[in-house]
Nanobody, 123 residues
Framework: QVQLVESGGGLVQAGGSLRLSCVAS????????MGWFRQAPGKEREFVAG????????DYAGSVKGRFTISRDNAKNTMYLQMNGLKPEDTADYYC????????????????WGAGTLVTVSS
């Protein structure tokens, strides 16, 4: 049974930083591309960042590029999202997803999802 567990969310002031983690179990983590997504109240879930199985390929939504950094540690079955320069519009539930393949591409279908971690940025 595949499980993805996010952590690291919380309340932070605008301009602050947070690091989210996503720990995977039940599947060979290093075989699969992963992604971070978010959903703000009243809005649809949107793509934030993606990473290939090796970590060599990364991809970012325009709204977070230059502020957020996605990374992974395959030895620890963990993916990270370092978020700097947070803005109130970054407030959302953040979800990690595990792809059905090893290559990252925008629009890749996520086979598994975590339950999410809430990030709240105050102005």
């Amino acid at each position: 049974q595949v499980q993805l567990v996010e952590s690291g969310g919380g309340l932070v002031q605008a301009g602050g930083s947070l690091r989210l983690s996503c720990v995977a179990s039940g599947r060979t983590f290093s075989n699969y591309a992963m992604g971070w997504f978010r959903q703000a109240p009243g809005k649809e879930r949107e793509f934030v960042a993606g990473i290939s199985w090796s970590g060599r390929v990364t991809d970012y939504a325009g709204s977070v590029k230059g502020r957020f950094t996605i990374s992974r540690d395959n030895a620890k079955n963990t993916m990270y999202l370092q978020m700097n320069g947070l803005k109130p519009e970054d407030t959302a539930d953040y979800y990690c997803g595990m792809s059905s393949g090893s290559t990252w591409y925008r629009g890749a279908r996520m086979a598994y999802w975590g339950a999410g971690t809430l990030v709240t940025v105050s102005s």
